[in-house]
């Protein structure tokens, strides 16, 4: 993987070559990039570098793989997002069908990108120049037929599962106000579906879901086992029926897992098109400052219809950052922590 010079990148920028040279010490992983469901919808070609387009990088248009690359992004949790209107019978064999296509778009790049399973894994793609590509469900509901349907992963493919999305399932009700069945959480088949993707050593993850379904998934889970948020933002910052309060944050940190704050600026309490990077590092530093520098991390949510921070709109600006981390007298290994390390510790605890 080739190395930006830092001076120049960070003139370019307009920060410190010190914020550089941490950001290219580090392991930067981004636990959620919606960046697929373009090629599905639009036949966005992900090996394509891409401008920022009309919306100038609102929506869609905020990663490719030259910039992934460019921007020496080692890792990321690319998504598959579970279309809720299609028939439950149907979506096992969609399902099947986009994890093929999704990883034969990384294979058609070997020299570049590789898919992982785990740490060993990740760890083997960077050493080798290549970006680790983690792979992963929004929306449970994509193999809800029954609880043997999550046997149809092939080969572990899948790290996580983000139980519920924007639309309430068969597992439980979303935290978004046009959920139905208000006052209830997870269903006892969710709780079922929990058990089972412990079983399987698969990440729950409890973004999107509502307060009560998270807390019955806290309960359902293996206490030995992380849990994990991997795009959200924080009430103490922002209130918001997107964002986790602290006694949320306090629970994924007691299970030893981590929280990734995304990107979409209404959700961190700046308008639409105008918000900046210094918003994400609040939401971080408030799940510092509440659950501990070992349980916050980086989960973008880029190209999933976000309206991002307009010095942030794709990976090239990331050691923003740092520097803004860096402002805030923060020293190297909590930074390190926040763009890579407390994800891969959480992986690992869970599959090695």
């Given at each position: 993987m080739e190395t930006r010079d830092p001076a120049a990148w960070a003139r370019d920028l307009g920060i410190s070559q010190e914020a550089v040279e941490i950001y290219l010490e580090s392991d930067v992983v981004d636990l959620h990039l919606d960046t697929f469901i373009w090629n599905r919808l639009l036949r966005y070609d992900l090996r394509r570098r891409h401008g920022q387009g009309p919306t100038r990088a609102h929506f869609l248009s905020q990663v490719d793989f030259p910039r992934v690359r460019e921007a020496r992004l080692t890792g990321g949790t690319w998504?598959?997002?579970?279309?809720p209107w299609r028939r439950?019978?149907?979506?096992?064999?969609?399902?099947?069908?986009?994890v093929r296509r999704l990883q034969g778009i990384f294979e058609s790049v070997p020299e570049d990108f590789r898919v992982?399973?785990?740490?060993?894994?990740?760890?083997?793609?960077?050493?080798?120049?290549?970006?680790?590509?983690?792979?992963?469900?929004q929306g449970g509901n994509a193999l809800d037929r029954d609880l043997d349907a999550l046997d149809l992963i092939p080969d572990d493919l899948i790290v996580r599962i983000t139980l519920v999305h924007l639309s309430t399932s068969k597992l439980g009700t979303t935290s978004a106000p046009t959920g139905s069945r208000r006052g209830h959480g997870l269903t006892d088949f969710g709780r079922e579906y929990v058990r089972r993707l412990d079983e399987k050593r698969i990440l729950v993850d409890l973004a999107h879901i509502n307060r009560q379904?998270?807390?019955?998934?806290?309960?359902?889970?293996?206490?030995?086992?992380?849990?994990?948020?991997?795009?959200?933002g924080v009430c103490g910052v922002t209130p918001h029926w997107r964002n986790l309060d602290?006694?949320?944050?306090?629970?994924?940190?007691?299970?030893?897992?981590?929280?990734?704050?995304?990107?979409?600026?209404?959700?961190?309490?700046?308008?639409?098109?105008?918000?900046?990077?210094?918003?994400?590092?609040?939401?971080?530093?408030h799940v510092v400052e509440t659950a501990g520098e070992d349980h916050a991390s980086l989960g973008s949510d880029w190209?999933?219809?976000i309206s991002p921070p307009r010095d942030l709109r794709t990976p090239l600006e990331l050691p923003r950052l740092v520097e803004i981390?860096?402002?805030?007298?923060?020293?190297?290994?909590?930074?390190?922590?926040?763009?890579?390390?407390?994800?891969?510790?959480?992986?690992?605890a869970i599959r090695g």
């Open positions: 998504v598959i997002t579970t279309n439950a019978a149907a979506r096992p064999r969609v399902f099947l069908e986009n992982v399973r785990n740490v060993a894994e990740y760890r083997k793609a960077v050493d080798t120049g290549r970006h680790a590509a983690f792979l992963a469900i379904g998270f807390f019955d998934a806290v309960e359902a889970h293996d206490r030995s086992l992380p849990l994990i948020v991997t795009h959200t602290d006694e949320q944050l306090r629970a994924v940190a007691d299970s030893g897992g981590t929280i990734g704050i995304m990107y979409q600026s209404g959700f961190l309490g700046d308008r639409p098109w105008s918000g900046r990077a210094e918003s994400v590092v609040r939401h971080l530093a190209d999933g219809a981390m860096l402002g805030r007298g923060w020293g190297a290994p909590r930074i390190q922590k926040i763009l890579g390390g407390n994800f891969l510790r959480t992986v690992a």
